[in-house]
Structures are given as structure tokens and as C-alpha cells.
């Protein structure tokens, strides 16, 4: 339970107090030790899930790729955590050394914090938990899911390095979404051989004609798409998928 005191309660019982029914958005300091971190939450009327963003390294919770795919996640009625996996002192260190951004097991760390954070909050707690995560986030999202397995009901990557989860994979649990783009062969082939070591139901789609930051034309409006159909599937809400649901899917688990 949260202390009623503490600058997350205070900002985001300010902010939804000030904004309409049909979705509700807050910045929110998430606690950290005796820092926080900063966030960015909104929900939807009648939300069905919330999905907890990891971005990639050197990038925040402003990346316009995860905005964008948490847009989409909105308009099919998912709330979403957009949020800074590093204090502000932390980001101006990393900056000078980039000793924290490939640091898996640390960024997993403040995800499983916002998780706590989520499930402990009333405007959250009974919301169906997913995770999106992009590069190396990707990785710290498999790790959390595999620290959590019952509070993780589903994770997507986004031209993730699963590789870098590799001690945590036989331990995911929770339904996975990898996304890679075609043009993306290293990626690609990390991909497929992390897929073999997932320990739950998983399935790879490969995005035709896209590169690793899916900036082509449509790529990741496809990425959207196939990362809201998956929560949706997953997260309570009814969804039966079709072959046309993902491009070039392979299937295990199942």
C-alpha cells in the first residue's frame, strides 16, 4: 500500500482529478529506494490491462516509437506506463559512462518496482499487467516477467535482444510477442534462437521489409497492431485470432 504522503500519490491524484472520463493521463513519480523515477500513466474508460513500457537503451519514456505504440494500446483499450528506468542522477552518469543501460538485471529491478507500484495503486491494482519492451528493455521485461510470473500476463518485444535475458528465458512464463523486422538479420536470428529457450507459449512475428527501428513506411503501425491484438488476447478482453492477425508467424507452445 502506498503512503498517502509520498509525491506519486499527491501528483497523480491531482492530475486525474482534472481530466475527462474517456482517458485519464498523469505524470507519476514511481518510488525507488529513497529516489523515484518518472512516469507517464494514462487510462482509458473501461480499461481491459495496462501495459508497462521498457524503452531501449539511451532512449526515455518521450521515445516517439513507444508513444506511438502506446497510442494505438490506448485506442484498443489498454492504459499504459510510459516511464525513465533511471533517477535523473542515474541518466546523467550513464550519460558519462554507460554503465547502466545494458545493466539488465538493474533496469529488471525498476520494473519489477513499477509493477509493485501498479498493483498497489487503486486506479491500477485490478488491471491485468503486460510488458512492451523495446532493444535492451526487451531483455529487462523478460527478466521482470520471469521474477513475477504471476503478476506478468503477457510480454512484447519490439526488435528486442531476448539474448541478453538468457539465464531467465526458460523461466517466462507469461505469453511473448517477439516482433522483428525482416531487413533486421542479426536481430532476427537472436530472435529465433531465444524463442527455443522460452519456457511459455510464444510466437515470432517478423515484420516484412522493416529494419530495426521499423522506420519505413507502415512498419510500425504493423508493430502496433500486432502488440495490441496480443494484449488484447491476453490481458481478458475477448479476441479470436485469424492468419491475417501476424505476419509470418512461427508457433510453440501452443
Not at 67 to 72: D, G, H, I, P
Not at 102 to 128: C, K, M, N, Y
Not at 181 to 205: F, T, Y
Request: a neutral charge; one cysteine or more.
Amino acid at each position: 500500500m502506498m503512503r498517502t504522503d509520498h509525491p506519486s500519490r499527491r501528483r497523480m491524484g491531482n492530475n486525474m482529478s482534472m481530466i475527462g472520463v474517456s482517458e485519464r493521463h498523469a505524470p507519476v513519480r514511481i518510488p525507488v529506494g529513497p529516489d523515484w523515477i518518472e512516469g507517464e500513466i494514462a487510462i482509458p474508460s473501461r480499461a481491459c490491462g495496462i501495459v508497462l513500457f521498457a524503452h531501449g537503451s539511451g532512449s526515455s519514456r518521450k521515445s516517439p516509437r513507444n508513444q506511438f505504440v502506446a497510442a494505438s494500446l490506448r485506442e484498443a483499450g489498454l492504459a499504459t506506463l510510459l516511464m525513465d528506468l533511471l533517477t535523473q542522477d542515474e541518466e546523467i552518469a550513464d550519460l558519462e559512462r554507460g554503465h547502466l543501460r545494458f545493466d539488465i538485471p538493474f533496469l529488471a529491478g525498476r520494473l519489477r518496482a513499477a509493477t509493485q507500484w501498479v498493483l498497489s495503486h487503486p486506479e491500477t491494482a485490478a488491471l491485468p499487467l503486460g510488458y512492451f519492451g523495446a532493444s535492451t528493455g526487451a531483455a529487462a521485461a523478460l527478466v521482470a516477467a520471469a521474477d513475477v510470473p504471476g503478476s506478468v500476463k503477457a510480454v512484447v518485444s519490439r526488435g528486442g535482444r531476448p539474448d541478453l535475458a538468457a539465464g531467465a528465458l526458460g523461466r517466462v512464463k507469461a505469453p511473448t510477442l517477439l516482433i522483428v523486422g525482416s531487413h533486421d538479420p542479426d536481430v532476427l536470428a537472436l530472435n529465433r534462437s531465444a524463442q527455443i529457450r522460452l519456457g511459455g507459449e510464444s510466437r515470432l512475428a517478423i515484420v516484412q521489409g522493416a529494419s530495426h527501428l521499423f522506420e519505413e513506411a507502415g512498419a510500425l503501425a504493423e508493430v502496433a497492431r500486432l502488440a495490441s491484438a496480443w494484449f488484447r488476447g491476453h490481458l481478458g478482453a475477448a479476441w479470436a485470432p485469424s492468419r491475417a492477425d501476424l505476419l509470418d508467424v512461427s508457433v510453440r507452445g501452443e
